[in-house]
């Protein structure tokens, strides 16, 4: 570039925004742009004949408080616009804008000195070249500067304007007053305070300046990410209205002539919907633009001052663009609008039936509660009707349709009750077991998990039962717990008293028997099949297996203390029982990080078992006979039962497990029994009697397969029962 170009760069650079001449005078708003103070002043006083106490900055639109002052003379002076203003008056001959730095004559300056860094006049610079000492500097008249030449003088040293240092540079920092200093500075006024060389103080504030437009700039990125989102829920608004208007017209153009005025009415109000909503969706996208200019805005004028990468910029700078960034980032982003779903719905019949459903509810995010049933009982599921944020809702337009069809493809006669609060009641009786199949509409469009499939309920039969009593391999001594493998379907045993894991088939037959150096007190399966177990001695170690019981790793424990039972949750998280505590702890996978800890409040027994399900925790207490619910972050819920023998009812309950219906298996160890309820705690079924009627009988812990059979440890004599 030559000199004249890079001076006509440097004029528009240095051009004030308002009054589009080179800037006199700049002052910068905290938004961070510059203008003339006179431009500013003016606008200030418009502003205030207007009755208006702030003013709008006229490139990136920021209010700012009009001073008391009336003017703006004290907002900080943009040290590179002064720098670009006195570059830009060595072109102009008519401005004599640097007078000579050698002399006291205040004669004009005709010539500059790279090595003094000083301006000469004629006079001072014929003396400057026969002396010997400064004969060779490097010299350029002001009239033949090169492109070189200019860049070097926007960016030569800052002097001192302190009295008798006017010949020094501010080659120094001082953190304690945060300003530039000369030698003599350091010296005199600045004694015993903290300097540091300016290089390294504008290195420092230089990174703090690239950090904080790091954020910005990923905050724009957010902000682009959002218009996108407002852009692709624009155009989805436009398709769904275009797809419904087709659809009404191409179901219209069946129909005889006379409902032609039928159509067009209907067209029209699809338009006025559509403008209604586009209208909105410009409104947003106009608001997000506008704060994404500004932050664009904002980086541009730090990233030039980071690239130009002058000191004294550089620390003058730095607070105002900290402070603006910081305002931005701290904005709140607008919400996005979503529109309405907009649905065409059309019954074919003697008379017009037809309409047009604009309505919150998206049927993607709508959802069927509670789906378990009994053969021969009456049973209900919820239909609850959502918006696009999952946010239940209720619109009175909207049309919902339940068809049931059994295993055998019979169609079930269902009742729909209206809450009016977007949750819809249907009520059926399935008269056979086996898979219900359920197909759910809304605005006639099915729900994302339609059509379903769901199981009729039926009560566990035993199959068979295994194990027996003893110190011999395949015989058991008292059993700490119980685990099945969801893909093998091996059961294994904590046989706590011969400290051994024993490995059995699904069928009952022993596979192999793993001897530890402690007392297993609780076992489970990993998510990758492996097999986890809780050994307990003069220390507790947590270790793990493979399915053919072969010793893998040790994993760290630190975060238990006095454990006794494990459980591993469908996202592989290890749930603990620690009776130390008396606390519920959740670990990461990797059983390194303490996830969660949380106790009963109230309650000073120990909790023994815990699982979860479904965003909550299921936790035994046999010493005050109930089961306590937790939601996932470990707020307790409600209990479960009370002491005593009555359906529902516990004593000393122990062993839980979650069925694939989603009921939960308790063991009732006083009671002989298990009792089944659903996961709100309400009693359905019990299994007792013929099977552990006997007291010699009384089941210790269950676990559940992955075709739901149900295996049960029991106490004394000890076996393991096995339910289809």
Not at 227 to 237: A, F, R, V, W
Not at 240 to 259: G, N, Y
Not at 426 to 449: A, F, W
Request: glycine residues 6%.
């Amino acid at each position: 570039m030559d000199v004249q170009q890079l001076f006509k760069s440097l004029k528009k650079e240095a051009e004030c925004p308002l009054c589009l001449d080179t800037v006199k005078n700049p002052k910068t708003l905290p938004c961070l742009h510059s203008f003339c103070l006179e431009c500013l002043d003016k606008l200030a006083n418009f502003a205030r004949r207007q009755q208006q106490t702030t003013i709008k900055c006229p490139v990136g639109q920021t209010s700012f408080p009009i001073p008391d002052t009336d003017t703006f003379a004290n907002l900080p002076s943009s040290f590179h616009l002064n720098r670009l203003v006195d570059v830009l008056a060595l072109e102009d001959g008519s401005v004599q804008a640097q007078k000579c730095d050698s002399c006291d004559e205040n004669n004009p300056a005709t010539s500059y000195c790279f090595v003094c860094q000083s301006f000469m006049c004629a006079s001072c610079f014929q003396s400057h070249q026969r002396f010997k000492a400064t004969r060779g500097h490097r010299n350029v008249l002001i009239d033949k500067l090169q492109a070189q030449d200019v860049q070097e003088l926007i960016s030569r040293p800052v002097m001192c304007s302190q009295q008798y240092h006017e010949d020094q540079a501010l080659e120094f920092y001082c953190e304690d007053c945060k300003v530039m200093i000369c030698l003599k500075c350091s010296i005199v006024n600045h004694n015993r305070h903290l300097v540091t060389d300016t290089q390294k103080a504008a290195q420092e504030q230089k990174m703090q300046m690239a950090d904080i437009l790091a954020k910005v700039k990923a905050e724009i990125l957010l902000y682009e990410n959002e218009i996108t989102i407002q852009t692709e829920l624009k155009n989805k608004n436009i398709a769904e209205s275009m797809q419904a208007e087709k659809k009404m017209t191409d179901t219209v153009e069946e129909l005889i002539r006379d409902l032609r005025e039928h159509e067009k009415k209907m067209q029209q109000k699809f338009l006025e919907i559509y403008e209604a909503e586009q209208k909105q969706h410009a409104t947003r996208l106009e608001n997000l633009e506008l704060i994404t200019t500004q932050l664009n805005s904002c980086v541009e004028r730090g990233q030039g001052i980071i690239e130009r990468n002058v000191s004294a910029e550089i620390l003058q700078a730095n607070p105002a663009i900290i402070e603006r960034c910081n305002d931005l980032l701290n904005a709140k982003i607008p919400d996005v609008y979503k529109s309405p779903n907009v649905y065409y719905l059309f019954e074919k019949k003697l008379d017009l039936l037809d309409q047009i459903v604009v309505t919150k509810t998206d049927p993607s995010m709508c959802v069927a509660e509670g789906r378990e049933s009994e053969v021969g009982k009456e049973s209900s599921f919820v239909v609850v009707t959502r918006d696009s944020e999952g946010l239940q809702c209720y619109q009175q337009d909207d049309q919902i349709k339940v068809d049931i069809l059994s295993a055998e493809g019979d169609h079930l006669k269902t009742e729909l009750k209206d809450r009016k609060d977007g949750k819809y009641i249907v009520t059926y009786t399935p008269q056979c077991g086996g898979q219900q199949r359920v197909e759910i509409k809304v605005n006639g469009q099915p729900l994302t998990s339609s059509p379903h499939i769901v199981m009729v309920l039926h009560e566990y039969q035993l199959a068979f039962k295994c194990g027996s009593t003893g110190r011999r391999v395949g015989e058991l001594g008292f059993i700490g717990d119980i685990a099945v493998s969801d893909t093998t379907g091996t059961i294994v045993i904590a046989d706590a008293e011969n400290h051994s894991l024993q490995l059995f088939s699904s069928d009952g037959k022993l596979q192999t028997q793993v001897t530890l150096d402690g007392i297993p007190s609780s076992v489970a399966f990993t998510r990758s099949g492996d097999l986890l177990t809780l050994v307990c001695g003069s220390k507790n170690k947590l270790c793990l297996f493979n399915e053919e019981g072969q010793f893998l790793k040790h994993f760290n424990d630190k975060n238990l203390k006095e454990p006794q039972h494990l459980s591993i949750a469908s996202d592989g998280r290890f749930i603990f029982t620690d009776k130390a505590d008396n606390k519920i702890k959740v670990l990461s996978p990797d059983g390194n990080d303490l996830l969660v800890a949380f106790f009963a409040i109230n309650c000073n027994k120990c909790p023994k078992c815990a699982v979860y399900h479904q965003g909550k925790f299921y936790v035994s207490y046999p010493g005050v006979h109930c089961i306590k619910v937790f939601d996932k972050t470990g707020v307790y819920i409600h209990d479960i039962g009370c002491e005593g023998s009555s359906d529902g009812q516990f004593s000393y309950p122990r062993g839980l497990v979650i069925d694939k219906c989603n009921r939960l298996i308790v063991c009732d160890v006083g009671n002989r029994r298990l009792q089944l309820f659903t996961l709100s705690g309400k009693f359905l079924s019990k299994l007792h009697g013929e099977h552990f009627g006997d007291s010699k009988f009384k089941p210790l812990y269950a676990s559940i397969s992955n075709d739901n059979k149900l295996f049960v440890a029991t106490s004394w004599e000890c076996g393991i029962f096995v339910f289809y």
